[in-house]
Structure formats: structure tokens, C-alpha cells
């Protein structure tokens, strides 16, 4: 027990000698999460786009018509543009240069009133600094009043005073910095595609900007170019870019108010599903906000106000919802905000509430005038919203009706599902299993305490196709949300899944390939929230088992190299007198319940690959490419990307 003494002393000890008081950027270094979300691979890559987004913001100001990116053989990176070039006289506050005083003080720039920018896309204004300080060493050129001025750094530490080292007749900036492994201990090796994605977002979201990415790493060479000059409606066209359009070019709309600009790109494609992606300042608003929030309410009554004026629906008639006439439509939305308020740390979600009513105003006067100027568009699109109307109704009806014969309800589980006896999701699995041969083994092989097993006939239905009311009187379809506990579309949460790792475990041929897909397919579109959980897994049955005499000695997994792989295993047991031979697993049916649990389900041995989705717009694509009417692009993709990852869990 502490008496009064000790809480007295204990006291005193706290006073200003225990305050601690970091200099400079000595904060980012002891804390770098704070400032770029993580220092895994995600925080690794977020240095590229703080840098990135001072060149974005020069072309924003209309200044920058070009920005490059250069991973470097080092795993450095180079970020140059041809606009303006920071400024190089004397910054008053600091009595230093100002690009120095860019790149070692934080929250210094062009970003906070001072006049610089209008619109910026980095929201916190500490990019160049806290680059500087994660990184081993940076330097910065900048061509500007006929000169260049270099300055190096290291760890956002000045080592020279800004001097000129050559004359120029351009103007821009160049930043080269090198990440600093004790920061980012997992990795400082830069990923080419996923900076790709963002680059070639970036172009889409700022029309007529060149930005291009060149990977100078030995045997690792490209480079990718980009420049769309029909901006975002060349985006929602390069989604669209297999699917059955309604119409050929996409509905542009562009209006300022009060300073904030709006634009939107959408088209209608014959399909059920609808891709809504939004941005503010060029960032990613993934959790939508008040921009979507005005655009959604805007496209409702526009297209109900056009319906009844033109007796397409009669004044009777019930209006669409917004649902309906959301239906088969790829929008983006992108808006220009001199003052964007985030919420949360993420930054996906705008909160400004004014963006509302803007977004709504500009966007029904811009999409009013089209419709009326298009009708026969116009037709085809108030249509759709009906037809996806009577679906709904007709999927209504089909959910009671399922309900009340025991379909989504938790209480009743499906018949064929054999359940385990834990009640902990964290700790439970669940096996989709294809047929019931295989799922036979997999009841008798697996681990009932957290072990799950539902098998399925054949293959689903095709979801990317169907509608509601078609999905919904699937059996198969309605197995898997029960024995989930989810509930599904509207009434979906993911908090009530019965299991935090759903497994795929099909045959390791062409048709367990595509009951995979068909499954997947259908998680992306009506269970996405598990997919995003990281709750999606897909087995990995062995192809081969190298057997000697009646013992198995090795599986061999299947991949890009398993031919290399069973030959050397049949080398390896091939000595001596034994005669290794072969045997071919063409389905899980094959397998006795021993051999499906040591290879396949047992946590200790398996492999199984974890199914993510980090870009929303690409998956959306590619989906509708493999389970679309469209042959072609389907065979093509399939030729490109038949290659499977695997890791342990």
C-alpha cells in the first residue's frame, strides 16, 4: 500500500525535467506512424505519394504538365516535374531558404493560406518533411531563374548549405530520396505494380497531366506511360471496358460553386451491379462522404422527375429507389476542395457538409440538361431503373418466402452442413467443399472442434448474370449465407459471420477452377465485407503424391514449377532398388480423410492463399471479364495470369 509520503515524492518527481521535448524531426522518427499510417510495405509506398502529391498539386495550380517517377537499380526513388520549382529565396520565419524549410520543418509549405495552392491533395502539409526524416538520404534540385540549386539530407539532417551547381533553361523540381531500413524494417523494396495503379489513377483524375513510371532495377525494366485527356471519363470507360454498355461514351458533368469544383463521369452497362468510386483532392474516399452522399440524392430525383414528365412512369407508379436506378452504373466522382475536412485518420470519407448541396446542385442542373438533350439515352436509362425496380420486388417476395421456409434465418441451419462444436469465430473454419465424395473426407478427415465442413453440388449459379430474385431461390447460394450467419444484401453485417476463415477446397482441375471463380464471384458481390475482413481463403490441395511401395513419401503442390518439382522427387526417392511412382490427384474425392487432413487441412502442414481485394475498380473489372458474355478478353486474361500464390496460415 502506498501512503501519503511516497504519493507526495511520487508527485514531486513529475515536473519539467520529465517532459520531453523532440527537436526538429526527431518527433517523425520516434513516431513515424502518426505520419504515414505504418512503416510495413503500405508505409513504405505512402513516401512515393507524399513527394508525389507536391508535383500533383503544381498541376493542380496549372503549372506542372509532366511528373515522373524512377524506382531506381537501388531502390531509391526520383520524383521530378516541370513545374514552378520550390522557392529558393529566403523564408522570413526561419531565416533559411525556403525549400530547406520545406524539407525540415514540419507543417511548412505552400498548403496552409499562405497563397500557394488553391486546392491541394496532401491533406496535412508534412509530406517533403517527413520523407526527409524516414529516409536515409534525400536531395532536391531545383531548376529555377535560369539555375540549379541542389541540397542534400541525411535522416533530415541539412549536410550543406543550398547551393547552385549548374545553369538551366526549365523549371521544376527533382526529389530523390532513400527509405531507411531501420524505419521500415519488413521491406524497402518498392512494388511496380501497385505503384502503377496509383500512378495511372492519378493521370485519370487529373485529365491532360502526362505522369509516367519507369522501374530501372536489373531485369525488372518498364516503364508505363500515362495521359488521358478524357480524364474521369476515361476511367469509368477503362472499367466499362468489357462489359455490355447501355451507351457508347460516358455522361460528363463538370461545375464550380463557391470555389469547390465537381465532376462526374457515369454509364449505364446492362449488367445487375454498380462500381461508385469518389475522390477528394485526388484521394481516395473509400468510405464515400458528402460528395456521394449529394450525387446519390441528385440522381434519384432527376431521373424520377424525368420518368414522370415524360409519362415513362405515370404518376401512380411508385418512384425508383435509389437502388434501382443504381443498378448496372459505373460513376466517379471527384471533387476540388480548398478546404477538405477528413474524417478519421484514414482520410477516406469527406465530411464537409456544404458538399452536399453543391455536389447535388451542379450535378442535377449538368444531368438534367443531358437527359433532356438525349432522350432516347434518357429512355434507356429510366428502363433500367424499372426493370431493376421489378427485380427488387420480385426479390422482396423471394426473400419472405425463403425466410419463412427456413432459408436466411440462423436458427435453422442447412440440413448438409456439418457444423463444429466450438462457438468462437476467431477460432472456427468453414470448407466450401466441392461434391459429395470430397466432402465425405473432409467430414471424416477434418477437426470437428473448429472444423466446418459444406459441401456443394456442382456449380452455382454465375451471380455476375442473374438477379436478386434468381439468386436468392439458389439453394447452394442460400446454404452458404445460413451456415455464414451473415444475412445477405441489405440486411448483410459482417460482425454476425459464424466464421472468421471461410476455405474454398476444390479439385485442382479446370472445373474446380471454375467453381472457385463462380464462388468468388459471388463473396465479391454480396458478401464483400468478408472479403475485406480477410476472412477468404482458397485451399491447396496437392496434384501429385510420390508414392514408394504403398507409402506416400512427398506431395507435390500444384503451381508454375510442379513438373520440376516431381521430377525431382521421384530422383530424390529413386535410388537403390525402390521404384517411386506417381499419383495423380484429379479431385479431393481421391484422397482418403487422412490424406485430405495432413495435406489440406491440418493447420500445421497446409497452405492455403488468402484472397484480397486492394483495388476495387481492377477487381470489378476483372470479375466482369471472367464472368461475362465476352469470350476473348476472358481467354486472354486467363493465358496472362494462370499462376497461384500460396502461404502459410
Same mark, same amino acid.
Given at each position: 500500500m502506498v501512503d501519503a509520503k511516497d504519493k507526495k515524492q511520487n508527485a514531486q518527481e513529475y515536473d519539467a525535467s520529465q517532459?520531453?521535448?523532440?527537436?526538429?524531426?526527431? !518527433?517523425?522518427?520516434?513516431?513515424?506512424?502518426?505520419?504515414?499510417?505504418?512503416?510495413?510495405?503500405?508505409?513504405?509506398? @505512402?513516401l512515393v505519394w507524399e513527394i508525389v502529391d507536391n508535383s500533383i498539386d503544381e498541376a493542380l495550380a496549372g503549372f506542372a504538365k509532366h511528373v515522373q517517377v524512377f524506382i531506381e537499380p537501388d531502390d531509391s526513388i526520383t520524383v521530378t516535374d516541370d513545374g514552378r520549382g520550390i522557392p529558393v529565396d529566403i523564408q522570413e520565419k526561419t531565416g533559411r531558404p525556403a525549400v530547406e524549410t520545406v524539407f525540415t520543418v514540419l507543417h511548412a509549405g505552400g498548403k496552409f493560406g499562405g497563397g500557394g495552392y488553391k486546392v491541394s491533395g496532401g491533406l496535412h502539409g508534412v509530406g517533403s518533411s517527413v520523407v526527409n526524416a524516414l529516409s536515409t538520404q534525400l536531395d532536391v534540385k531545383v531548376y529555377k531563374n535560369g539555375q540549379v540549386y541542389y541540397q542534400e539530407y541525411k535522416r533530415g539532417v541539412v549536410v550543406a548549405d543550398l547551393k547552385v551547381i549548374d545553369q538551366t533553361d526549365r523549371t521544376g523540381t527533382t526529389v530523390h530520396f532513400t527509405p531507411d531500413p531501420e524505419i521500415f524494417t519488413e521491406t524497402t523494396i518498392y512494388d511496380f505494380d501497385k505503384l502503377n495503379k496509383r500512378i495511372q489513377e492519378l493521370a485519370f483524375l487529373n485529365r491532360g497531366l502526362a505522369i509516367s513510371l519507369e522501374d530501372k532495377r536489373e531485369g525488372q525494366e518498364q516503364r508505363k506511360d500515362y495521359l488521358y485527356e478524357g480524364g474521369i471519363a476515361s476511367y469509368v470507360s477503362y472499367i466499362n471496358e468489357n462489359k455490355d454498355l447501355l451507351f457508347e461514351e460516358p455522361i460528363y458533368t463538370e461545375g464550380e460553386l463557391d470555389g469547390i469544383t465537381v465532376e462526374v463521369a457515369m454509364q449505364y452497362t446492362g449488367g445487375f451491379h454498380s462500381t461508385l468510386m469518389s475522390f477528394a483532392n485526388n484521394? @481516395?474516399? @473509400?468510405? #464515400? #462522404?458528402?460528395?456521394?452522399? #449529394?450525387?446519390?440524392? !441528385?440522381?434519384?430525383?432527376?431521373?424520377?422527375?424525368? !420518368?414522370?414528365?415524360?409519362?415513362?412512369?405515370?404518376?401512380?407508379?411508385?418512384?425508383?429507389?435509389? =437502388? =434501382?436506378?443504381?443498378? #448496372?452504373?459505373? !460513376?466517379?466522382?471527384?471533387?476540388? @476542395?480548398?478546404?477538405?475536412?477528413?474524417e478519421g485518420q484514414t482520410k477516406t470519407k469527406l465530411g464537409n457538409s456544404e458538399v452536399v448541396k453543391i455536389t447535388n446542385r451542379l450535378f442535377a442542373e449538368a444531368f438534367t440538361t443531358f437527359l433532356l438533350e438525349n432522350p432516347q439515352i434518357a429512355k434507356r436509362i429510366v428502363e433500367k431503373g424499372i426493370l431493376a425496380s421489378k427485380a427488387r420486388i420480385a426479390a422482396k417476395r423471394a426473400r419472405e418466402v425463403t425466410r419463412k421456409k427456413s432459408g436466411l434465418e440462423i436458427s435453422n441451419l442447412p440440413g448438409k452442413l456439418a457444423d463444429c462444436s466450438s462457438n468462437d469465430p476467431e477460432q472456427t473454419e468453414l470448407f466450401i467443399v466441392e461434391g459429395d465424395s470430397a466432402g465425405g473426407s473432409a467430414k471424416s478427415g477434418r477437426n470437428r472442434e473448429?472444423?466446418?465442413?459444406?459441401?456443394?453440388?456442382?456449380?452455382?449459379?454465375?451471380v455476375e448474370k442473374a438477379s436478386m430474385d434468381k439468386i436468392l431461390a439458389n439453394e447452394e447460394i442460400r446454404s452458404l449465407f445460413t451456415a455464414m450467419g451473415t444475412g445477405f444484401a441489405d440486411d448483410f453485417e459482417v460482425a454476425k459471420a459464424r466464421y472468421h476463415k471461410l476455405v474454398i477446397m476444390t479439385d485442382a482441375d479446370v472445373d474446380g477452377a471454375h467453381i472457385r471463380t463462380l464462388l468468388l464471384t459471388l463473396i465479391y458481390r454480396y458478401m464483400r465485407p468478408v472479403l475485406e475482413a480477410g476472412y477468404v481463403y482458397i485451399a491447396q490441395?496437392?496434384?501429385?503424391?510420390v508414392k514408394v511401395g504403398s507409402e506416400i513419401k512427398e506431395y507435390i503442390q500444384p503451381g508454375p514449377n510442379q513438373e520440376q518439382e516431381l521430377q525431382a522427387a521421384l530422383e530424390r526417392y529413386g535410388t537403390g532398388r525402390s521404384k517411386p511412382t506417381v499419383q495423380r490427384y484429379k479431385g479431393l474425392g481421391e484422397m482418403d480423410d487422412h490424406q485430405l487432413w495432413e495435406t489440406t487441412m491440418n493447420p500445421e502442414h497446409r497452405l492455403m492463399a488468402r484472397v484480397s481485394v486492394d483495388d476495387a475498380a481492377e477487381a470489378d473489372r476483372v470479375f466482369d471479364m471472367l464472368m461475362g458474355d465476352r469470350v476473348e478478353p476472358r481467354r486472354e486474361f486467363i493465358e496472362a495470369n494462370a499462376v497461384y500464390s500460396t502461404l502459410d496460415v
Open positions: 517532459i520531453q521535448v523532440l527537436e526538429g524531426l526527431e !518527433a517523425v522518427r520516434m513516431r513515424p506512424g502518426m505520419y504515414i499510417g505504418s512503416t510495413s510495405k503500405e508505409g513504405l509506398h @505512402h484521394i @481516395h474516399t @473509400h468510405e #464515400g #462522404g458528402t460528395h456521394e452522399q #449529394g450525387f446519390r440524392t !441528385a440522381l434519384t430525383r432527376v431521373i424520377n422527375d424525368y !420518368a414522370k414528365k415524360n409519362k415513362i412512369l405515370k404518376e401512380k407508379d411508385e418512384n425508383l429507389t435509389g =437502388d =434501382d436506378v443504381r443498378e #448496372g452504373l459505373t !460513376a466517379v466522382i471527384s471533387v476540388k @476542395h480548398p478546404n477538405p475536412q477528413f473448429f472444423q466446418a465442413i459444406l459441401p456443394i453440388r456442382g456449380k452455382i449459379l454465375n490441395p496437392p496434384i501429385y503424391g
